[in-house]
Structure formats: structure tokens, C-alpha cells
């Protein structure tokens, strides 16, 4: 069986810029264990997952996300 491709969210939506206070978007790629996902269970592009990656670091040095689990 072949598997579906998976497609970049951001790219679809035509998102140039990931910002870091939106905690709802960037809390759907951290888990539990409370580290980034990566891009290929994602199925964001390198591109975007630099972006996002970066975003989760600002918003967690802001304290709007946590560093470790709760």
C-alpha cells in the first residue's frame, strides 16, 4: 500500500510568517513530552518547521508555553 503524501499547513494556508503568541496553533505541535515534533510526523516543510521551531523557543522564553510537563 502506498501511503498519502502529507502536505505543509502552513504552505497550504499561504502563511509567510508563524508568530509566536498564537499558543493555540504552536501547542498543536508540542506533545505531551513537551518537545517539537518533527517535520516528517508533522509533515510540515523545512521551511516552515525552522519557523515554527523558532516560534516555540520565543513563546516558551515568554512563558506562554511550558518547558517541561506538568
Known amino acids: 500500500m502506498r501511503q498519502q503524501r502529507r502536505y505543509c499547513k502552513f504552505c497550504s494556508d499561504k502563511v509567510d510568517y508563524i508568530d509566536f503568541k498564537d499558543v493555540k496553533i504552536l501547542s498543536s505541535f508540542v506533545p505531551e513530552g ?8 508533522s509533515g510540515v516543510c523545512s521551511t516552515h518547521q525552522r519557523k515554527l521551531s523558532r516560534a516555540i523557543k520565543r513563546a516558551r522564553q515568554v512563558a506562554l508555553l511550558p518547558y517541561t510537563p506538568d
Open 34 to 41: 513537551s518537545k517539537i515534533t518533527p517535520s516528517r510526523i
